[in-house]
């Protein structure tokens, strides 16, 4: 859909964060005379009044009967449209649109396909693909836009000034079926790997894969680049896209530290800034796709060393008194924690675990630690911390490692510096859980970390190269 196609429609926005206020000043801007109603928690409300002059009607009165008054809700990501009141909407009629698809379809050309965009999605290692995708467009002289997830909503550059030539798009779980929903193909769309997320907003597992997978089998990418290595994507027929396979021996694919394009060596990634293996490993997933746009990816491999890190991805912050403080306050899934681990082997590590709980199942990670278990002490920590320990408890009755509970981080930091002692080595936190309830998201709780280490929060959070360069 769209926005010229929202003239004469009841149209309501659901949220007043970042997408919330991007969507109300395109369509101030291009539909000047829509009536607008907003709906967001009452502690919102006086501050959209004042920022939007009275230009919106503002309610807090947020339930099925009140959204389903209007034919269409433009709602901001987090909102789930599996909820009880958006399910009550949509059975009266309301149709939920948010920010992404409103994009999508602006920028589609005739024949339906967003050209020079690859999207990004994949549970783990999104973020820094995506960053590290249009770092290498740049290198090749190419104007790229580096939006969606990683902290610019794709409304804030609906029309920028100047037009990039490429567009890096990262989106979240709750984006990918936006895409689909627009009615129109990107013409890259990358998957890396998957799995359960988000299980609060998706409703089950099932659910979740499910959504992810609408970029790809419901989106129709003109060219679908996919991990081999994920038995979910391995699985899968798109008879509509062309699919491109990495990790795999015909593709990009690594062996051991080096880039392969099938038999071919290309580049040791071994001195490379990508922080962990699995991050050199979606390296692959970048050249495919940079090659997928009829780039020579061959070429532009070696300038991945200039490339920087994003904050609170496996960051080091630095080290105080023999502790080095890394920051992997993105972690939101067990998988991750333990990809954070891997990082760190043959180090003497305390691992910080735990958050938001929204039933991630974590045995997975226990039954890992059974088995290959680096010098670690474990603290627990936040609403699931308790749950987490009570699964690693007979591990550690067995001194396979040290187990120690916390209430919240400044806590686990205590007991961090006292399980080092004064050997010293890393305090790792990668929390395998979301920020929710301590937190406004996982950046300020990143920032948390690096105060309560010692750092200046100011100076480890900006993302590198977000927006247009």
């Known amino acids: 859909m769209r926005i010229s196609q929202l003239e004469g429609k ?10 919330g206020r991007a969507a109300f000043r395109v369509l101030q801007q291009r539909l000047p005379s829509l009536p607008l ?18 230009a919106l009607q503002v309610r807090s009165d947020v339930s099925g009967e009140a959204l389903g008054a209007f034919e269409l809700v433009i709602k901001s990501p987090g909102i789930s449209p599996y909820g009880e009141v958006a399910q009550a ?16 379809a602006e920028h589609a050309d005739a024949d339906g396909t967003v050209r020079d965009t690859v999207c990004v999605t994949g549970t783990k290692g999104k973020s820094t693909t995506t960053s590290l995708l249009a770092h290498l467009l740049r290198a090749s002289g190419a104007p790229t836009a580096l939006v969606g997830n990683i902290g610019l909503p794709l409304l804030e550059v609906l029309d920028p000034e100047p037009v990039p030539r490429y567009w890096a798009v990262e989106l979240s779980s709750y984006q990918t079926g936006e895409v689909a929903r627009s009615g129109v193909h990107p013409q ?82 071994a001195s490379t800034p990508l922080p962990g293996r699995h991050n050199r490993g979606n390296l692959c997933a970048v050249l495919a796709a940079v090659e997928a746009l009829g780039l020579d990816a061959v070429a532009l491999a070696p300038s991945v060393q200039a490339f920087r890190p994003l904050p ?46 929204r039933g991630l199942d974590w045995h997975d990670f226990v039954q890992h630690m059974a088995h290959d278990v680096p010098p670690v002490e474990i603290v627990t920590m936040g609403a699931n911390g308790p749950r987490i320990h009570d699964l690693l408890q007979p591990l ?20 961090a510096r006292a399980a080092l002692g004064a050997q010293g080595g890393v305090v790792l936190m990668s929390p395998g859980a979301p920020s929710y309830g301590v937190y406004r998201d996982y950046v300020a709780r990143g920032r948390h970390f690096a105060e309560l280490a010692g750092f200046d929060p100011d100076q480890i959070t900006a993302i590198p190269g977000i927006g247009i360069a």
């Open 312 to 357: 609170n991805r496996l960051q080091t912050l630095g080290s105080r008194e023999g502790v080095t403080f890394v920051n992997d306050s993105i972690s939101t899934t067990p998988h991750a924690s333990l990809a954070a681990l891997e990082c760190f082997a043959g180090r003497r590590i305390v691992l910080l675990v735990g958050g938001h709980d």
């Open 396 to 415: 550690a009755d067995q001194g396979r490692f040290g187990l120690h509970a916390a209430t919240d981080l400044p806590e686990a930091m205590r007991l």
């Open 10 to 19: 009841r149209v309501a926005l659901w949220g007043w964060g970042r997408e």
């Open 89 to 104: 909407a949509a059975a009266q009629g309301t149709q939920f649109i948010g920010g992404t698809a409103l994009w999508f």
């Open 188 to 269: 890259v769309a990358v998957i890396l790997n998957l799995f359960p997320e988000h299980l609060d907003w998706h409703g089950s597992e099932a659910r979740y894969i499910q959504d992810k997978l609408r970029l790809v089998t419901e989106a129709a990418p003109r060219i679908a680049v996919l991990n081999a290595a994920d038995p979910h994507l391995a699985a899968l027929s798109l008879p509509d896209s062309e699919v491109v396979w990495f990790n795999q021996p015909q593709g990009w694919h690594m062996r051991g530290d080096v880039v392969h394009r099938g038999g071919q060596a290309v580049f040791d990634t």
């Open 37 to 54: 109603t907003l709906f967001c928690p009452e502690a919102e409300a006086a501050a959209a009044r004042e920022e939007t002059h009275g």
